[in-house]
C-alpha cells in the first residue's frame, strides 16, 4: 500500500494575472493523474527487482477520473490499463502505420460506446464473476481494435461494454447495478475475461477508502504544521496497511471464532473479518497486555 499526498494548488488572495496563469501551468505538473502515474512507474519497478517480476504482466483498474490522456500515454512496458469510459467517447477505427498517408492518422468515426450497447447485432457473451459475496452471470460486448484520439491518439484499443447487473440483495429491495458500464483497456492480448476480474477487483480499493476515513479518520487530523498535514493520513494508511497484513498472517483473512459474535439479526456469516472487527480485537488484546 502506498499513499502520495497531493495537495490543490491554489493561487493566493488577490492573486495578479500573471501569478494566477503560473498556478494553472503548475496544476499540469502537480494533480492526482500525474502523481498516479509517477506511482505507476514506482511500481513497475519494483515489480522487476523481485525474482520473476520481469516476465510478470502488470495490469492496473482505474476509474474513470484516470481515464485521460496524462495517465494512459506514456505506460511503462509490461503495464497494461483498463478503466471506465464516457459513453459518448468519440471513437475511431484504427489504421495500421502502412495506411497513414500525411496527417491521417485515424480511419472512420466510430459508434459511441452507448451505440454498442444499444446495437442488437453485436452478439452478448457471458462470464461467471464473483461478485456482491457470490457468483453471478455478466453479460458483456467486445468491440476489438478502435482508437481515442482524445485519450491515446492512435494507439490500438478494445473496448468492453458491460450490461447492467440489476440484482436485488433480497426479495423488495432496490434494485442494484442498474448502469452500465464502459471499459476500455490497453491489453490487447490479454483475455477479456482477465480484464474484467482485474477491474472488479479494484471495487477492495474503495473499500480501503471508506474504511480508511470512516474508521481510521484519515484526514480528519487537526495539525498544522505543514509536515504533519502530509505525515499524518499517510501513518494512518500505513497502520491500516500493518492491521490488514497482521489479519492475514494470524488468521488466513479468514473470519475465526477469534472474534466476537455475530449479532442475531446477521444470517450469513463473512468470511473474512471487518475493519471494525480487527480494530476491536487489537483493543481487546492491548487492555490484556495493559493490566
Not at 488466513?252 to 477469534?258: E, K, L, M, V
Amino acid at each position: 500500500m502506498s499513499f502520495t499526498h497531493v495537495p490543490p494548488l491554489k493561487a493566493p488572495p488577490r492573486a495578479t494575472p500573471e501569478e494566477k496563469a503560473q498556478v494553472k501551468e503548475a496544476r499540469k505538473k502537480q494533480n492526482l493523474c500525474t502523481a498516479a502515474a509517477q506511482e505507476r512507474a514506482w511500481l513497475r519497478t519494483q515489480l522487476d527487482q523481485v525474482p520473476g517480476g520481469r516476465q510478470r504482466l502488470l495490469i492496473i483498474g482505474v476509474d474513470g477520473g484516470y481515464t485521460n490522456r496524462r495517465y494512459l500515454r506514456d505506460l511503462p512496458e509490461r503495464t497494461e490499463v483498463v478503466g471506465r469510459i464516457r459513453k459518448d467517447a468519440r471513437l475511431r477505427a484504427y489504421l495500421p502505420p502502412d495506411q497513414r498517408h500525411g496527417s491521417r492518422k485515424y480511419g472512420e468515426p466510430l459508434p459511441t460506446p452507448e451505440a454498442y450497447l444499444q446495437d442488437d447485432t453485436l452478439p452478448w457473451q457471458e462470464l461467471q464473476v464473483f461478485v456482491a459475496g457470490q457468483v453471478r452471470t455478466l453479460k458483456y460486448k467486445l468491440i476489438e481494435s478502435f482508437c481515442w484520439p482524445g485519450g491515446t491518439l492512435a494507439r490500438p484499443l478494445r473496448l468492453i461494454v458491460i450490461k447492467a447487473a440489476g440484482y436485488r440483495l433480497r426479495k423488495g429491495s432496490r434494485l442494484l447495478y442498474r448502469q452500465p458500464a464502459f471499459l476500455i483497456t490497453t491489453a490487447l492480448d490479454v483475455p477479456v475475461e482477465q480484464l474484467i476480474q482485474a477491474f472488479l477487483a479494484r471495487w477492495e480499493v474503495e473499500v480501503n477508502f471508506r474504511d480508511e476515513k470512516t474508521l481510521l479518520g484519515v484526514g480528519q487530523a487537526q495539525v498544522r504544521n505543514p509536515r504533519s498535514v502530509a505525515r499524518a493520513p499517510a501513518f494512518l494508511v500505513a497502520a491500516y496497511a500493518a492491521l490488514l497484513l497482521a489479519s492475514i498472517q494470524v488468521f488466513g483473512d479468514r473470519r475465526t471464532d477469534a472474534f466476537a459474535p455475530l449479532p442475531k439479526w446477521r444470517r450469513d456469516r463473512p468470511l473474512r473479518p471487518s475493519t471494525g472487527d480487527l480494530i476491536e480485537r487489537l483493543r481487546t488484546e492491548a487492555k490484556v497486555y495493559r493490566n
